[in-house]
C-alpha cells in the first residue's frame, strides 16, 4: 500500500504545497502588514520582529522534532523558565562564570529532556499528560529552589552583547534564532537521527519492522526538545534579563501555534523545522498586527484561535486533496 | 440476576486509583485529626464537584478516541454568563440557567461538527477553541461581572440533611454517565470508534454522529460545571475556568482511561476526581509548604500514568 | 444543521442582550473616582470593636495567599513570618498558595478553618469570587483581615492592612508630570487589565492629565508586570509613534522594560519615565541614571496585618483598618535603597538575615 502510494506522482507535489503554505502565507501577511504600517517593510523593524520571537521560536524549533514523532511537549515552558533562573543564578553577576552557566542550563534542559524521553519510549504512556505533570515537576522545583524570588544575576556584558545590532541592522538574537534554526535543518536532514525521526513519525510500526531504533529516537527527540528549551531559555534571559521565578508561563502554548502553524501537525512523520520558522513569524506578525493596529487583548485572543483553526485546517485539506491518505 | 454474580467481579477489579483514594483517607484519618471531621469530608466533597462535572463529560470525549481543550474556558464563560445573565433579568433564574446549558452544548456541538467537518486533528481544533472562548470571555468583562442566585448557591453550597447538595448532583450524573457510556448501545458504539475508528466506520456506524454528540455531551457537562462554579464563586470570574482542561484530562487518565479511548471506568474517574481533591485537602492540612504540594502533584501525575501502564499500553498501531 | 444554526444564533442573541442589559452594575466601591478614598481614609479611622473575637492563650494564624510567585507578594510574605515571630503568643502561622486560582483559594480557606485558624490573612485572586468562604470565616467568629489592593467593606472582612492605592499613584503622576514640564505625548503601561491596580492607575493618570492640556495620552497598554511583556509591547509603540516623550509606568519591574525598548530602538534621549517602585533592579537603574525617582510600595502592609490580628484577637484598641504610608523618593534618596549586590528581583527591608527568601 505504501510502496504504491509512493510510487504516485500527485504525493510529491503535494509534498511541495504542504511544505510551501506556510511560506506563501507568510508572503502575504507580509504584504497585508506591509500596507497597514510600512513598517512591517523595514529591515529594522523586522529583524526586531524576529528578535522578539527568538525564544520562543528557538524553543519551537526543538518542540518540532517530538511533534514528526507524533508526541507533543507541554513542559518546554517550564524549562524556559527554569533555564533562565538556573542560568542567572549560575551567572552570579560575574564575567567568568558565562560558559559555565550556558553549560550548565543546556545540560539542565537536557537532562529534564532525557527524563521525558526515558519515561515516554519505556513506559509508553501519553507524552501529552507525561510532559504535562513533568512541567508541573519542574514548575515546583523551580518554586522551591528559589522559594519565589529569582535571585540570579546576569554576567556583564552578556545581554548588552545579545541585544546589540550587528552593523546596527540585524540584532544579534535574531541570528542566535536563525542560527538555531540552521542547526535544526541540518539535524533533520542531515543526521540518521533526522531520518529517523519523520520514518518513526509516519508509521511506527513498520519502523520498528525495518529495525530503526524507534526507542533511541524517542529519546533523543525529547533531549533535543529540552536542549531546544534551554537555549530558549537563555534567550529570554537575554532579552529581558531576570524577570521573576516563572518568566517562561504559557510559553507551550505559543510554541504549540508555532509549530502547528508551520505544518508540524499531530499526523506524524510531516512539517520541519523550516516550516517552523515560518510558522514562528507568521504568528509573530499577526499579532504585533493586531497590536499596531490598537486591536484589544481580547480580539488577539480570538484571532489566535482562528489562525490555529484556519491554519490546521488548511493543511488537513491540501493532505487530503492530494493524495489518498487514510488515517 | 444473582447479586453476587454483579458484586464480587466488582471489588475483585476495583481500579487502582480506587486503591489510592482509599489509601489516601485512611491515611490522612490516622494521621491527622482535622482531617477526619466529618465537615472537612464534606467540604472535600464540595470542593471536588466541578471538576468531577467536567471530568465525566471529558470522559465521553476521550472514550471515544477524542479530546477536548475547549470544556476550561468554556467553564469559565458559562460562569461569567451566568452571573451576567442572573443580574441582568431578576426573577429569571431559570431562563438562564437553561440558556447557560444551551450554550455549553452549542459550544460542543461547534467543536464536534468542525472536527467532523474539517477532518482536524481534535487536539489542535479544541486548542484553538480555547483560545477563541478566552477571548470571547475577555469581550463581555475583564473583571469579575454580576452575581450568583440562591438557587445556585444552594446547589454549590447547600447541604440536604448535612449532605452536599453538589454531592447529590454529582451521583446522579455519575449513574447516569455510568449507564451511558457503559451500559448502552451509544456507550458501545463510543469505546468502538476509541478503539479503532476506522474498524468502527467499517462495521457500519456512523461516526460522525458519535463524535458529535460525545463533544455536545462534554460542552453540557461543561455548562453544569460552569453553573456549579458561579455558585462557589458567587461572581462570573473571568479566569475561572483557566487550566480546568489539563485538570479534567488529568481525572480522566487517572481513572484508568487511555488517552486512545476504547476503555472507561466511570466510577474510577470519580475516584480520580475526589483522590486529587483530598490530596490536596490532606497537603494543606498537614501543612506542607506550597512549593512541595505543587511538586507532589506533578510526581502523582507522572507515577499515575505510569503505573497505569500495564493496563492500556498497546503497542502504537 | 439548521437546529444546530437556529441554536446557535439564539445563544448569540442572548449573550448581545447580557452585554447590553447586565454589565457591572453591583460595584459597591467606584475606584475611579477619588472620593472613594477619602471615604476609605474616614472609614480606616473608626474604632473597631474586638471585644467579641478576644481570645486567651495562644494564637493561630492563617494565611491565604492568592499567589506567592513574584518578589513583591514573596517578601510580604516573608515580613509577615517575621512579624508573627516577634509575638509569642503567636503559636503557629500557615501559609496556603491558591496560584491565581480563586477556587483554590476558596477551598484554602476552608482548610485554614478546618484546622482551626484564629485568623486569616489573604490576598484576593478576585474580591467578590472568595466572599463565600469568607463569610463562612466570619460565620465562625475567625477574624478576617485582608492585604490585597482593593479596600475591602463588607461584614465579612473584619479588618483591611491597606495601601492606598490612589495616593500612592498619585505621587507617581505628580513627579511625572512635574518632569516632563505638564507637556509632552506620553504612554501608560498598566499591570493585568482589569486589575484593580490597572483600573486605579489610568483613573488617576486621566484626571490629573485634564489639568495639562499640552499632554497627550497616546496608548495604555496592558503589561501584566511582566518585564518580558513591557518590553515587547514598548517595542510595537516606538514602531506605531515617531514621538514618545515620556512613560508612565509606576511598577519599576515593567519600567525596566520600557527603558530597555527605547535603548534598543536608540531612542533613550527623548524618554522621560515616571517614578517605579522600590523594586531592586528599578532602583539600580534609578541610582545608575540618577533620574526618575522611586514611590515606596508599602511593604510594611505584611507587619501591620499581622500586628492588627494581634490587636484584634487580643482585645486591644485599634481601628477598622490599617492605611500604610507611601512616599515619593528623589533619585539622591532613592538610590539609599537600592542594593547593588542583589538580584533585580529583589526589595531592600529591615528583615534580619534568616528571614529573607532562602
Given at each position: 500500500m505504501s510502496a504504491s502510494a509512493l510510487a504516485k506522482r500527485p504525493l510529491l507535489s503535494r509534498h511541495l504545497l504542504d511544505k510551501a503554505a506556510v511560506w506563501i502565507v507568510l508572503l502575504i501577511l507580509l504584504i497585508a502588514a506591509g500596507f497597514v504600517s510600512e513598517a512591517f517593510l523595514k529591515l529594522n523593524y523586522l529583524g526586531n520582529l524576529v528578535r522578539q520571537a527568538a525564544p520562543i521560536g528557538i524553543t519551537a524549533v526543538g518542540v518540532t522534532f517530538v511533534m514528526i514523532l507524533r508526541g507533543v511537549d507541554l513542559s518546554v515552558g517550564a524549562i524556559v523558565s527554569m533555564s533562565a533562573v538556573v542560568c542567572a543564578l549560575v551567572m552570579d553577576g560575574k564575567a567568568e562564570n558565562l560558559w559555565l552557566a550556558i553549560g550548565v542550563t543546556c545540560a539542565t534542559g537536557s537532562l529534564i529532556g532525557l527524563a521525558n524521553g526515558l519515561l515516554i519510549a519505556y513506559g509508553r504512556v501519553s507524552s501529552f499528560i507525561l510532559t504535562l505533570g513533568m512541567s508541573i515537576v519542574v514548575y515546583g522545583l523551580v518554586q522551591m529552589g528559589t522559594g519565589g524570588t529569582a535571585r540570579g544575576i546576569v554576567s556583564p556584558g552578556f545581554r548588552e552583547f545579545l541585544n546589540d545590532r550587528i552593523g546596527n541592522v540585524v540584532p544579534t538574537l535574531a541570528i542566535c534564532f536563525v542560527i538555531a534554526v540552521v542547526v535544526g535543518i541540518f539535524l533533520q536532514s542531515q543526521t540518521r537521527f533526522g531520518r529517523n525521526v519523520y520514518l518513526v513519525g509516519a508509521n511506527p510500526h513498520s519502523a520498528r519492522l525495518a529495525g530503526i531504533p524507534a526507542v533511541q529516537t524517542t529519546v533523543i527527540a525529547y533531549c533535543v526538545s529540552g536542549l531546544f528549551a534551554g537555549l530558549g531559555g537563555i534567550a529570554l534571559l537575554a532579552r529581558t534579563g531576570v524577570s521573576g521565578t516563572n518568566p517562561g508561563a504559557g510559553m507551550e502554548f505559543d510554541v504549540l501555534a508555532a509549530v502547528i502553524l508551520g505544518g508540524t501537525t499531530f499526523a506524524g512523520g510531516r512539517g520541519g523545522v523550516g516550516s517552523t520558522f515560518a510558522g514562528v513569524l507568521v504568528l509573530f506578525i499577526a499579532l504585533n498586527l493586531a497590536n499596531v493596529a490598537g486591536l484589544p487583548f481580547a480580539a488577539q485572543l480570538t484571532i489566535k484561535g482562528i489562525i490555529i483553526i484556519a491554519a490546521s485546517a488548511a493543511h488537513a485539506w491540501i493532505g487530503r486533496s492530494g493524495g489518498d491518505r487514510t488515517e | 440476576m444473582n447479586r453476587a454474580q454483579l458484586v464480587i467481579p466488582f471489588f475483585s477489579r476495583l481500579p487502582p486509583i480506587v486503591w489510592a483514594l482509599l489509601l489516601t483517607v485512611a491515611f490522612g484519618a490516622l494521621y491527622n485529626p482535622q482531617f477526619r471531621t466529618v465537615d472537612n469530608a464534606m467540604n472535600v466533597l464540595e470542593q471536588s464537584a466541578t471538576l468531577a462535572f467536567l471530568a465525566l463529560g471529558q470522559a465521553f470525549v476521550i472514550a471515544g478516541g477524542l479530546i477536548d481543550l475547549s470544556v476550561g474556558q468554556l467553564v469559565g464563560l458559562v460562569t461569567v454568563v451566568a452571573c451576567m445573565g442572573f443580574e441582568a433579568f431578576p426573577g429569571w433564574g431559570l431562563p438562564v440557567i437553561l440558556g447557560c446549558l444551551l450554550l455549553g452544548a452549542v459550544v460542543g456541538a461547534i467543536n464536534g461538527t468542525l472536527i467532523n467537518r474539517l477532518r482536524m486533528p481534535p487536539l489542535i481544533l479544541t486548542f484553538g477553541m480555547l483560545s477563541v472562548l478566552q477571548g470571547c470571555i475577555f469581550m463581555l468583562t475583564d473583571r469579575s461581572v454580576g452575581s450568583s442566585i440562591p438557587a445556585i448557591d444552594f446547589i454549590a453550597h447547600g447541604r440536604i440533611t448535612g449532605i452536599p447538595a453538589s454531592l447529590i448532583l454529582v451521583v446522579i450524573a455519575t449513574v447516569i454517565a455510568f449507564y451511558c457510556l457503559q451500559r448502552s448501545t451509544f456507550g458501545w458504539h463510543l469505546l468502538a470508534m476509541g478503539n479503532s475508528a476506522s474498524a468502527a466506520r467499517k462495521a457500519g456506524l456512523n461516526v460522525r454522529g458519535l463524535a458529535l454528540n460525545a463533544y455536545v455531551i462534554s460542552g453540557l457537562f461543561a455548562g453544569i460545571a460552569g453553573l456549579v462554579l458561579a455558585g462557589r464563586l458567587g461572581t462570573g470570574f473571568p479566569n475561572a475556568g483557566v487550566g480546568l482542561e489539563l485538570d479534567s484530562i488529568v481525572a480522566v487518565v487517572l481513572g484508568g482511561t487511555p488517552l486512545k479511548g476504547g476503555r472507561v471506568n466511570v466510577v474510577a474517574i470519580l475516584a480520580a476526581v475526589l483522590f486529587l481533591g483530598t490530596i490536596s485537602n490532606l497537603l494543606n492540612l498537614m501543612q506542607v509548604p506550597t512549593f512541595t504540594q505543587i511538586l507532589i502533584k506533578g510526581i502523582i501525575v507522572i507515577l499515575a500514568i505510569l503505573l497505569e501502564r500495564p493496563r492500556w499500553a498497546a503497542a502504537p498501531q | 444543521m439548521t437546529f444546530l444554526k437556529s441554536m446557535l444564533t439564539a445563544t448569540m442573541a442572548a449573550i448581545a442582550v447580557f452585554v447590553l442589559t447586565g454589565s457591572g452594575t453591583a460595584q459597591e466601591l467606584d475606584l475611579t473616582k477619588e472620593s472613594t478614598y477619602d471615604q476609605i481614609l474616614e472609614w480606616a479611622n473608626e474604632p473597631l470593636d474586638t471585644s467579641q473575637y478576644k481570645k486567651d492563650g495562644k494564637l493561630k494564624i492563617g494565611v491565604s495567599a492568592g499567589y506567592l510567585s513574584n518578589a513583591w507578594i514573596n517578601f510580604t510574605a516573608q515580613m509577615i513570618k517575621y512579624e508573627a515571630s516577634l509575638?509569642?503568643?503567636?503559636?503557629e502561622i500557615k501559609i496556603t498558595d491558591a496560584g491565581f486560582n480563586p477556587t483554590k483559594q476558596a477551598a484554602d480557606i476552608d482548610d485554614l478553618l478546618t484546622s482551626g485558624v484564629d485568623a486569616i490573612l489573604f490576598w484576593p485572586v478576585d474580591e467578590k469570587a472568595i466572599m463565600p468562604a469568607l463569610k463562612k470565616a466570619h460565620d465562625q467568629g475567625v477574624v478576617t483581615i485582608n492585604i490585597g489592593y482593593n479596600f475591602m467593606r463588607d461584614p465579612s472582612v473584619t479588618s483591611n492592612a491597606y495601601v492606598n492605592q490612589w495616593g500612592y499613584t498619585e505621587q507617581v503622576v505628580d513627579q511625572f508630570i512635574d518632569s516632563l514640564d505638564g507637556k509632552g505625548k506620553i504612554i501608560a503601561m498598566l499591570p493585568i487589565a482589569g486589575s484593580s491596580a490597572a483600573v486605579v492607575q489610568l483613573a488617576v493618570l486621566e484626571q490629573k492629565l485634564k489639568d495639562y492640556p499640552d499632554m497627550e495620552l497616546l496608548s495604555a497598554e496592558y503589561g501584566d508586570w511582566d518585564r518580558a511583556k513591557a518590553k515587547q509591547l514598548t517595542e510595537n509603540l516606538l514602531q506605531r509613534f515617531p514621538q514618545i516623550d515620556g512613560a508612565f509606568s509606576p511598577a519599576g519591574q515593567m519600567s525596566m522594560g520600557i527603558y530597555e525598548a527605547f535603548d534598543e530602538a536608540g531612542r533613550l534621549d527623548e524618554l522621560t519615565l515616571s517614578p517605579g517602585d522600590d523594586y531592586n533592579g528599578w532602583v539600580k537603574l534609578v541610582a545608575n541614571e540618577g533620574k526618575w525617582g522611586s514611590v515606596t510600595s508599602g511593604l510594611e502592609v505584611g507587619r501591620a496585618a499581622v500586628q492588627q490580628a494581634v490587636d484584634i484577637l487580643t482585645g486591644a484598641q485599634t481601628t477598622t483598618a490599617i492605611v500604610v504610608p507611601t512616599r515619593y523618593l528623589a533619585p539622591e534618596e532613592a538610590k539609599e535603597l537600592h542594593e547593588p549586590d542583589r538580584p533585580d528581583d529583589w526589595f531592600k527591608t529591615d528583615l534580619p538575615a534568616e528571614y529573607l527568601p532562602q
Open positions: - | - | 509575638h509569642p503568643e503567636i503559636e
